[in-house]
């Protein structure tokens, strides 16, 4: 197989609303590679502030991106925000941003320019064949890219938002999506659906043991953890100190597949995924890099797939029940766990097997 690099087009952002790119039906997709170019002012009537942008602002300006297939099966959806990071932890380096100018929540008076940049991935990242998972989509009758677009306000965390005066203008903002592609893939070749969304769940009160039902039936490469108290990434929702060491835990019924310490986990994660994170989620280096060695805060990677082999996979084909459970603190007015699962779906059989 050969490969295709190309720019496949462009959107323009318009607050909230909804638009759809359609995607060439040619040949085997590897990867879409997304660049948020924005343009932004803002401003309190205080004109300083101790409060500040949400975790590699402006990706917030891209609330949702879903691939969807043949118009009902939607294959990737998750926000830019998370994809950023999720990459980070993919690819052992974080994608570009340049938004330093972005940090804190003084007035921004002149338009600043600010990019960020994400990547979505049909290949199996860390695999042994990446090439398991490409999206064929010469036999497909359409593929979408399918981009929701947030507001200026939402790459400002909820205590700025809340201040007196707060508005954020969005000048311009475009969205450029190119492509890798490969070319001359055998004919009757199958492969496997990297799948991915987000399963949400609220943290109302302090728990031992918070519960995350998650689908069963597929193949699941991994799942990441991601804690947010008020808007913002936190590790106060599953706390790591000489006092307190909150566990996450996954199980079906009494068989448990991972336990684990929560901040532990965190600190494997660095070493396993070869992650250098130099910033604090919140802090003007989170928006370029600075010299530090940290985790990434509010980040928690389940992985099964330790050598590169997806026969590693969690397969829960055979499970009556999968839940995630949760020893948590509820730091916040507005916590949660997102959970973002790596499923993949095995092709149909062919006719007569």
């Avoid at 948020?36 to 004109?47: D, F, I, N, P, Y």
């Avoid at 979408?144 to 200026?152: A, D, P, R, S």
Wanted: proline share 4%.
């Amino acid at each position: 197989m050969k490969i295709l690099e190309r720019e496949i087009g462009s959107i323009q952002f318009a607050t909230t609303q909804t638009r759809t790119l359609p995607l060439p039906r040619n040949y085997a997709y590897r990867t879409l590679q997304l660049v948020l170019v924005a343009k932004m002012t803002r401003e309190t009537t205080a004109g300083t502030s101790s409060n500040g942008c949400k975790d590699s602002a402006p990706a917030q300006l891209v609330r949702n991106i879903m691939i969807r297939a043949n118009g009902r099966d939607v294959i990737k959806n998750y926000d830019m925000e998370t994809l950023h990071r999720l990459d980070e932890m993919r690819h052992g380096v974080r994608p570009h941003i340049y938004a330093e100018a972005w940090s804190g929540g003084d007035d921004v008076a002149v338009a600043t320019e600010l990019i960020v940049t994400a990547q979505i991935d049909f290949e199996m990242w860390r695999a042994i064949r990446p090439i398991d998972t490409l999206l064929d989509s010469a036999g497909l009758a359409t593929l979408e890219l399918i981009i929701q677009f947030g507001t200026g306000m939402d790459t400002m965390d909820e205590a700025w938002q809340a201040e007196a005066g707060a508005a954020v203008v969005v000048d311009s903002a475009t969205l450029y999506v190119a492509s890798v592609e490969a070319v001359g893939v055998p004919a009757g070749t199958a492969f496997m659906t990297n799948k991915e969304y987000m399963i949400r769940s609220q943290i109302t009160a302090a728990s031992a043991k918070h519960q995350i039902p998650l689908p069963v039936a597929n193949l699941y490469r991994s799942f990441v953890l991601k804690a947010h108290s008020d808007g913002l990434q936190c590790d106060g929702i599953l706390p790591f100190s000489s006092t307190a060491q909150n566990s996450i835990t996954l199980l079906s019924g009494t068989e448990v597949f991972k336990y684990r310490i929560a901040g532990g986990l965190q600190a494997d994660n660095r070493l396993e995924t070869g992650m250098q994170i130099p910033e604090r989620l919140a802090s003007a280096a989170a928006l370029n890099h600075r010299l530090l060695e940290l985790v990434l805060e509010g980040y928690y990677l389940l992985e099964f797939v330790k050598d590169g082999h997806l026969t590693e996979c969690l397969d829960t084909s055979k499970l009556s029940s999968l839940t995630l459970e949760l020893d948590v603190a509820h730091p916040g007015t507005n916590d949660f766990i997102d959970v973002y699962p790596c499923e993949l779906l095995m092709p149909p059989m062919p006719a007569g097997k």
